[in-house]
């Protein structure tokens, strides 16, 4: 984390430095847009592992176009829809653009253009448009999926003299299981970071579904969310038992969920964490350090006997067009080279991510991944991507007053229902 | 004709964006992208408890202006009255100023980490670990104390220059009359560099003002529970993170009214200052 951080304010240094050289030689070299070549925004393409994706999809798209010449940006991520956003003010500035799902893309969807007629063929090979949805219409293709898989320590769970093959099925069981962990290891039960806010949003998605009931679950995604229902009550009131009977990690508060909490749980500290699927914190990352076969994935437990667990994903990334791109037919060409399957296959190998194409063949990825992607099928979309970037900034806090002790739920559930409602 | 060129490139690069962005803090946000909302914006912000924390922070380096002028003021006393190694003193004293803030905040972000080495050594002498950064209540002097560990060499520079200009006899005339440290401070050397003193209070406090913003997004985000916010760091949040660019102009525009405050505040002290040289 502290190297990333360095790393990025080096970028920000050196792109401020070649911006100024930009626009003082003329603006094409920066915002594109003209009709012979296409500029992609994006915080991967610099990245030593995504390089084969990157020319997989660059030579697909010089068969169909040889003429027009491709330009990829990588812009830090910690400042990406800061200069996004200055690009959008502007009115100008890439063709093509990387997006999270959900929050990030529906909230910039008024300067994107809408893909449904250029993506039809791809609908059915590709998972994960919902999260890049907005009002009926699509904005930007799949290239990966994140979701919110539970990973346990197998190691930690034989020590403690627990099955390592049959993980817990209730939150009951759980809870009783950290604790012979627990007193048995010395290892905590949840490897937990929340400083910025995101613990809470894994954790929302990771139990969600073991709580709430299917129909309260499909309400809650479709924006039908009653945030009065004692079950949605009930996720924030697991979350502060957590903390309140020690289940998390010390200093939940002050630890980043990138990458801190991930090493505590790399390094047994913690016997289980909530990770994600793709980009960092996943099954690759886990299985390096703990090795494939010590590396778990469970179902969220049941606490709800009402309730039908699954494993919560979206589309993570995906790559839009932007609304004053010259050719939306030649930029949209190039997002569907950007999501063809052997583009898509070289980020699953190199980039450890699981890939929005289905076909895809993971059998030696490991058990971990294997369990994954055959839950991908009954997978529901996660409940944290639905809400706005407003509400999970407010719910962030929250969160860590719920920790501390100086919120109580029914607070924090009045106020986040409020600040939902007004977007 | 002359002052032309130096005229327009004020008008041109400082006030019209000055312009635009009040103009742009009328204007709305999303679905009311360009249209004028009168004081709405402002409404919404002064409602806005993060924002109010934020200005309350502000109200709190203010206070803890004092401290972060005695510590380098103290620390080059003990220098130029010679205590054994005040030269390696001065080098060790300077050299974080020559840090970024995102160096400094990453490495006390290790050393104050929960399980980190000062709540080891904590915990070795039996105090309970403390969450430096995760308990609002602690996390906001944290990183001002960090800031001005990181900062007061320049100031303590300033003061030294401040020394080299103190008559030697008013201070051999106070040791021989038996003053002791604590009155040679107060009747002899704060007089005599009344004017480093007002110097360093005003570049301090634009400082903490203006160059608090790295160290908080790499130690706290503006965290724990809001409670480390900074004007700054909220237009930052609202514009880059929420997509609010107008009611992030809005918050630039009250902080620019701040600013000002303070800015003619200063101006005054010095003007003060200036006044009673005669």
């Known amino acids: 984390m502290k190297q990333r951080t360095l790393l990025s304010a080096a970028l920000v240094v050196g792109l401020t430095l070649t911006a100024g050289c930009g626009s003082a030689s003329g603006p094409d070299s920066t915002t594109g847009g003209s009709g012979d070549k296409l500029v992609v925004w994006d915080w991967k393409s610099g990245d030593a592992k995504a390089a084969a994706y990157v020319e997989k999809a660059k030579a697909d798209f010089a068969k169909k176009h040889p003429g027009v010449a491709v330009e990829f940006v990588a812009q830090p991520f910690d400042q990406y829809y800061t200069l996004l956003g200055a690009a959008i003010q502007a009115g100008k500035g890439p063709d093509v653009v990387l997006f999270n799902g959900g929050g990030q893309i529906r909230d910039r969807a008024g300067a994107l253009a809408p893909l449904d007629s250029y993506v039809a063929d791809d609908r059915q090979r590709l998972a994960g448009w919902d999260a890049f949805t907005k009002d009926g219409k699509v904005y930007a293709a799949p290239v990966t999926l994140q979701g919110h898989p539970v990973y346990y320590n ?89 903390a309140d009977s020690g289940l998390n990690t010390d200093g939940a508060n002050s630890t980043a ?92 190998a190199d980039g450890g991510a699981i890939a929005s194409d289905s076909t895809i ?44 002790g100086s919120a109580t739920v029914d607070d924090a559930v009045a106020q986040l229902a409020a600040s939902d409602k007004t977007g | 004709m002359l002052v032309a060129p130096a005229v327009l490139i004020i008008v ?66 003990f220098i130029y009255l010679r205590v054994p190694g005040h030269r390696v003193y001065r080098g060790v004293y300077f050299f974080p100023a020559v840090l970024s803030p995102v160096i400094v905040g990453a490495i006390f972000t290790l050393l104050l980490a929960f399980d980190g080495p000062l ?58 009359d038996g003053a002791s440290f604590a009155q040679t401070v107060r009747h002899v050397i704060v007089p005599s560099l009344r004017r480093t003193i007002q110097f360093v209070v005003v570049t301090t ?34 514009q880059g993170r929420l997509n609010q660019p107008a009611l992030a102009s809005a918050a630039s525009t009250a902080l620019f009214g701040i600013m000002l405050v303070v800015g003619l505040a200063q101006i005054a002290i010095l003007r003060r200052a200036a006044g009673e040289e005669d």
């Open chain 1, 154 to 242: 197998k190691d930690l769970y034989q020590k403690a003299g627990l099955d390592p093959d049959s993980p817990p099925r209730t939150w009951d069981d759980f809870v009783r299981n950290c604790g012979v962990i627990t007193q048995k290891t010395g290892a905590k039960c949840l490897a937990q970071g929340n400083k910025e806010g995101y613990g809470i949003q894994f954790f929302l998605s990771a139990t969600g579904s073991a709580v709430l009931t299917p129909q309260e679950y499909d309400d809650w995604i479709a924006g039908k969310r009653d945030w009065s229902l004692a079950n949605v009550k009930r996720i924030f009131e697991l979350w502060k038992q957590t």
């Open chain 1, 257 to 348: 969920m990138f990458n801190d909490a991930f090493a505590l749980f790399n390094s047994g500290k913690a016997a289980n964490v909530i990770g994600l699927m793709s980009d960092v914190g996943h099954w690759k990352d886990f299985a390096e350090f703990l090795t494939p076969e010590k590396l778990g994935v469970m179902r969220a437990p049941v606490v709800n006997p009402a309730a039908k667990p699954s494993l919560p994903f979206d589309g993570g990334i995906g790559y839009a067009v932007a609304k004053w791109t010259e050719d939306p037919k030649l930029a949209a060409d190039l997002v569907r080279s950007l999501t063809s399957a052997d583009a898509l296959k070289a980020f699953y």
């Open chain 1, 361 to 404: 063949d993971v059998s030696s990825g490991g058990p971990a991944v294997k369990a994954i992607v055959t839950e991908v099928k009954e997978g529901k979309p996660a409940l944290h991507v639905a809400l706005s970037s407003k509400t999970l900034d407010l719910m962030g806090r929250l969160s860590q007053q719920l920790l501390s």
């Open chain 2, 12 to 77: 041109g690069l400082r006030l019209w964006p000055l312009v635009l962005g009040v103009n742009f803090s009328f204007t709305g946000d999303g679905d009311r992208d360009g249209v004028m909302v009168g004081l709405d914006n402002y409404v919404t912000l002064f409602a806005d408890p993060l924002f109010r924390t934020a200005l309350r922070n502000v109200g709190l380096l203010v206070l803890l202006l004092p401290v972060a002028v005695a510590i380098p003021g103290l620390l080059a006393t």
């Open chain 2, 119 to 176: 709540n080891g050594v904590l915990g070795g002498l039996g105090i309970g670990p403390v969450d430096w950064l995760g308990d609002p209540g602690v996390a906001f002097f944290v990183v001002v104390a960090v800031h001005v560990w990181a900062t007061f060499g320049m100031a303590l520079v300033v003061f030294l220059a401040g020394f080299a200009t103190l008559d030697q006899s008013l201070l051999d005339a106070a040791r021989v």
């Open chain 2, 205 to 238: 406090m634009i400082g903490m003002l203006t160059s608090m913003f790295g160290l908080l997004y790499v130690m706290t985000s503006g965290g724990p529970e809001g409670s480390t916010y900074l004007p700054e760091y909220y237009i930052w949040i609202q």
